[in-house]
């Protein structure tokens, strides 16, 4: 069993830079997917960015040029840096993960581990 723990969230002003982590217990999938969702209250959860064993990256048209999903393989950890932040990226954030061989990027069902989110709040 795999725990994801994110961390770095917060409240910031719109025009802020904020960077979200994802700590993974140590697993040894050789091939595997990673995103970020989150959730505003009353909406649906929607993936924003995503990142496979390879490093190939999807995001979101809604985040595209400001936020950069990365990883960081020796310390099992994921990354979501955050820049030009919007009131309307405000919503829990969370890091998923699916082990094995991606067929797609941004369907919440295809995760298999999830975190717990982290809060971000930008105000106006």
């Known amino acids: 069993q795999v725990q994801l723990v994110e961390s770095g969230g917060g409240s910031v002003q719109a025009g802020g830079s904020l960077e979200l982590s994802c700590a993974a217990s140590?697993?040894?999938?050789?091939?595997?997917?990673m995103a970020w969702f989150r959730q505003a209250p009353g909406k649906e959860r929607e993936g924003v960015a995503a990142i496979d064993d390879g490093g190939s990256t999807r995001y979101a048209g809604s985040v595209e040029g400001r936020f950069t999903i990365s990883k960081d393989n020796a310390k099992n950890t994921l990354y979501l840096q955050m820049n030009s932040l919007k009131p309307e990226d405000t919503a829990m954030y969370y890091c998923a993960l699916r082990d094995g061989y991606g067929s797609t990027w941004f369907a919440a069902y295809f995760y298999n581990y999830w975190g717990q989110g982290t809060q971000v709040t930008v105000s106006s």
């Open positions: 140590k697993y040894t999938y050789s091939r595997y997917r």
